[in-house]
């Protein structure tokens, strides 16, 4: 599977958009993109995920580049709910999740 | 919604036991998933199922063993518990791709909440 790099940690405002970037650029045509986040003590939560086109769901939208070769997770208005660790992971089949370090994400009052 | 429940949140136990870490599913996935977390390390897999009484191997099973005797219960079996095998446990789910009501494409793992295992 293509590995991922991610900041390692952001800043975002209480109600403002939080725009997380990962970067996996020797993603292959078969490997989809999938974005999940993990609050202390607790399991890896699913967001969201996609193959070549942009996708919203209730959680985030995902944007993926032409080029598939990077993506960026909004979240559209991010809480005090919202500081995870966030991880973007690409895998063809879905069997092997391969979770890096991460962005640790800090929403601001 | 997915639930997968883990059966202990914390655990601890002494060197040398023999350890059970139960999974259960309620969504009927046909596959599911043993993960360790370790800091710095992010997940590894030790062992997933796909179907009842089938298992593969992931990048670290040494140590470890499974049993899935039914569809949602997936159990990891620490042998002989040592104090390097200290870690988080995380389970997962996942619908098989093609599946009548699956959706196509790719789908996503399901996690528990983990059991975190301290051997003494």
């Known amino acids: 599977d293509a590995k991922t790099t991610q900041p390692p940690s952001m800043d975002c405002a209480e109600g403002r958009a939080a725009n997380l970037p990962c970067n996996h650029s020797t993603i292959s045509g078969n490997e989809y993109v999938y974005w999940y986040r993990q609050i202390h003590s607790q399991g890896p939560q699913y967001i969201i995920h996609g193959l070549k086109n942009n996708e919203t769901n209730e959680m985030a939208s995902l944007i993926i580049t032409e080029d598939r070769k990077s993506s960026t997770l909004i979240l559209p208005h991010a809480t005090l709910r919202d500081t995870a660790v966030y991880y973007c992971?690409?895998?063809?089949?879905?069997?092997?999740?391969?979770f890096g370090t991460g962005t640790s994400l800090t929403v601001i009052p | 919604d997915v639930k997968v429940t883990q059966s202990s949140r914390y655990l601890v136990k002494r060197t040398g036991e023999k350890v059970f870490l139960e999974c259960v599913q309620d969504?009927?996935?046909?596959?599911m998933f043993w993960y360790r977390q370790d800091p710095g390390l992010g997940l590894r897999l030790i062992y997933f199922s796909y179907d009842v009484k089938m298992k593969e191997k992931g990048d670290i099973p040494e140590g470890y063993s499974v049993s899935r005797e039914k569809k949602e219960r997936f159990s990891l079996i620490l042998e002989s518990a040592s104090t390097n095998q200290t870690s988080m446990y995380l389970c997962a789910s996942k619908i098989t791709l093609g599946r009548k009501g699956g959706g196509g494409g790719n789908q996503p793992q399901h996690f528990g909440d983990g059991t975190r295992l301290s051997i003494l």
């Open positions: 969504m009927d996935h046909e596959n």
């Open positions: 992971i690409v895998t063809d089949t879905g069997n092997q999740f391969y």
